[in-house]
């Protein structure tokens, strides 16, 4: 991933939630061996310490809560910016406890599941398209297992491959496939294979690190853009586009809201690409809204 090296109070952040082998570690090591309270307990209140800590960070999700519905009061925007933190603490939490004595199949309720069926029904797998909102790499192992197909997690590679070692190794004790990208024109080989095979493969939305190729979109009321990526592997392919977008309901608990399929024609035009760029930008702009405190983009090293 050809992008920034974050520093100073962001660097922190990225390093507390991405990039920091010791922070995952340890917290690996406390949800996994530790009484099962502690991943329902301690992972809210070490998020609003985190809230409190780093300032530049408070001010960032402050900034997303701000683009997604507007102008509020002060105490209200200090308990959503509150509750972002501690949801995300929460997700991370429960993600690394997979494979250990504390994990536990999440419950999750699917809003959409004829969406799901359709997609599937076709045999030729499914580009899942989906955002870092709470539980977005916890309810795909879900998901894969009821039915019965491999699920396949995309990755840009992270700056620490201990870290991302670590990471990838709670991924697929929960049964997800982690495949990581660059920057390389041939990175997509295995995507197209694994489509081949009737997997789903899950790409994010609202991530658009640079040296990517993105298309111009409305996106919560503003400009925007999202990655082309997955419209051309769904083209290329011929897999439909599956929507699905999740949110955090308490310890362990899941939604899952999916949308679609979506088709795109291999001799689409420019144009026909457009359109369905901004239908999946309005369908995670809908998500977010009514979820805003689950929305984790507070990634300094893919903003531009």
Known sequence: MAQPDPRGEQGHLAGLSRDSILWRKASRVVVAHGPAVLIRALPPVFGVAAALALPDARRRVGANLLRIRGKVGRAREAREIALTFASYASCLAEGLSSGSKNETVPDLAVVGKGA????????????????????????????????????????????????????????????????????DPFSSLPLLRKLRQKAVVAMQLDRTPSGIRTRKVRLFGGEGEVPEGPIRLAQLSGAPLLPVFCARLGHRSYLAEASGPIFVARDADLGRVDVVAQELADTMTRFVERHPTQWFHFDWSDAK
């Open 116 to 183: 799901i069926d359709d997609a599937l029904a076709i045999g030729r797998g499914a580009v899942m398209v989906t955002a870092h909102t709470a539980g977005w790499d916890a309810v795909g192992p879900v998901l894969g297992a009821f039915y019965g197909v491999e699920l396949v997690m995309v990755m840009r590679a992270e700056q620490d491959p201990r870290a991302r070692a670590l990471q990838d190794e709670a991924r697929r004790a929960s049964g997800l496939t982690v495949v990581h990208v660059g920057d």
